[in-house]
């Protein structure tokens, strides 16, 4: 079948190969034909190092598709079911998932050091324990989520990461207050859907804070008051919060300098929201007195901070409601061997979103 794959961390272009066999599967195991999968700026980071990933690796982690073959052990799917794919699966016996917080649960993790596609040169490994710019993909069962027959495999293929991230970010960790004041740093798929979120849950005001003047524009149509790049961000926290700062920042970059001027726009007593996904060697750095002083709660969101099937089900119904926008989510369509250039979109921040045809 026909597979991305980055052969080795810092190369920034794939190569669309034939000759990839999906791989393991077996009891407790499903096969599923993908039929689309968003490209996610978390890709870029595994290409590029940013995010720890063995190579050599098929990207992509937002999927979605058709069961075509059910391993011995498995309930409740069955061949021809559509699904969407969970990187992060709840295994719902560890400390984490009898507290309630499945999203911090580790099972996942552990199948992302294993290989799960093949080659006649030697394995290859899925980005987070998945690899979805493939046609085929073996995953364990508890990675395939139904989905209803109304729900497009492109706009679930989004719920499955990116718009579950950032209406939980809003939604789950930082629960917005209605009438509350709220920036959001970085307007790609995760910002947007975060400030979707914020405004589900009233915030009054909603500041868009982005360098990519098409992603600021992009930001006013789902729900922000007001889109500035980072060289305004000081004047706009002047303007709507008399300098105080906001209540709620979401930092969807994942970079220590970002973060550090999050921290500084939020109010003190806010709250700074943690969403994107940064590398190991970047510190943020703070002092002890302004951590006391300020008394600004710090909250990391980890895919969208809540149980994700819940998640996943409250993404559908508020589609459903119109409550939130998912197909303008979806900016480029491209098909697999096209894939070089959503990524060289995706590196500019000329894309919200791409959504790739397998």
Not at 128 to 148: K, L, N, Q, Y
Not at 207 to 236: N, Q, W, Y
Not at 336 to 355: S, V
Request: a negative charge; proline letters at 4%.
């Amino acid at each position: 079948m026909r597979a991305a794959i980055l052969h080795e961390i810092g190369q920034d272009k794939l190569e669309v190969l034939d000759d990839v066999e999906a791989a393991g599967f077996g009891p407790g195991k499903v096969k599923i034909r993908v039929r689309a999968t968003g490209l996610c700026h978390s890709d870029v980071s595994a290409m590029n190092g940013v995010l720890p990933q063995p190579a050599p690796f098929i990207p992509g982690h937002e999927g979605a598709g058709e069961i075509i073959d059910v391993g011995d052990g498995v309930t409740g799917l069955a061949q021809g079911d559509r699904v969407l794919l969970c990187w992060l699966p709840a295994c719902g016996a560890c400390p984490a998932c009898k507290r309630g917080q499945t999203q911090l649960c580790l099972a996942g993790f552990m199948n992302a050091g294993t290989p799960n596609f093949k080659r006649p040169g030697g394995d290859v490994f899925g980005f987070a324990g998945t690899g979805t710019f493939t046609e085929e993909v073996v995953v364990d069962a508890g990675c395939a989520v139904p989905i209803p027959d109304d729900v497009p495999f492109d706009i679930a293929a989004l719920i499955g990461c990116g718009v579950t991230t950032g209406l939980g970010a809003a939604i789950n960790t930082a629960d917005v207050a209605a009438g509350s004041s709220v920036a959001v740093i970085g307007c790609g798929g995760v910002g947007i859907s975060a400030i979707q979120g914020a405004r589900l849950k009233g915030a009054a005001q909603i500041v868009a804070v982005d360098p990519v003047a098409s992603r600021r524009e992009a930001a006013l149509k789902f729900g922000a008051t007001e889109a500035v790049s980072p060289d305004e961000l000081t004047d706009a926290k002047q303007r709507i919060t008399a300098g105080e700062g906001f209540d709620y920042v979401f930092e969807v970059v994942g970079k220590s300098a970002t973060a550090r001027t999050a921290y500084e726009t939020t109010r003190r007593g806010g709250t700074l929201c943690v969403v994107g996904a940064g590398a190991m060697d970047d510190h943020l750095q703070l002092n002890m007195f302004e951590l006391f002083f300020d008394e600004k709660k710090i909250l990391p969101s980890m895919y969208g901070g809540g149980d994700v099937l819940t998640s996943y089900e409250r993404a559908i119904a508020l589609w459903r409601a119109g409550r939130i926008d998912l197909e303008g989510l979806i900016t480029h369509r491209v098909r697999l061997t096209e894939i070089n250039e959503a990524l060289d979109q995706m590196r500019t921040g000329a894309a919200l979103r791409t959504c790739i045809e397998i």
